[in-house]
């Protein structure tokens, strides 16, 4: 089945694999036993319909988890199941899917107010001053 980003964008089966790994960290005999971490992959080159931009926001969301071949690792052990784990890190995939897919906003170019401007040569003018007062020959000293 299927896991479902958005409207627009799903991510096949075929692409993801999950892997069962022994949990690292405290949980006593279990821990040893079984087991219940997962480490989720996925090339994210073969994720149809993800847009190039799409892809370099998710590069940059990714970090460290995506490798030099173009595959995101998402490794899940909060969880004592393996089936929560599982589920956990699918959650994780697509928030991250999700939030490289919205475009960042382009920044609108404005001059600063008059107020603004003003405020900043009166500031100026003040430090002017009172650095000729520091110097020398212009008080009777």
Avoid: H
């Amino acid at each position: 089945m299927p896991i479902v980003v958005n409207s627009s964008l799903s991510i096949p089966d075929e692409v993801v694999e999950f892997r069962q790994v022994r949990a690292s960290g405290p949980g006593g005999q279990n821990v040893n036993k079984v087991s219940n971490a997962v480490e989720l992959r996925v090339d994210v080159a073969e994720v149809p319909g993800l847009t190039p931009a799409a892809l370099l926001r998710l590069r940059g969301l990714a970090g460290r988890r995506l490798s030099e071949r173009g595959i995101l690792v998402i490794d899940a052990q909060r969880l004592r199941s393996l089936e929560q784990n599982k589920a956990d890190a699918t959650q994780r995939l697509v928030a991250m899917l999700r939030a490289a897919l919205v475009e960042p906003r382009r920044r609108r170019k404005t001059a600063p107010p008059r107020a603004s401007r003003e405020q900043r040569l009166a500031v100026k003018a003040r430090d002017s001053r009172i650095k000729k007062l520091r110097r020398k020959g212009t008080l009777d000293d």
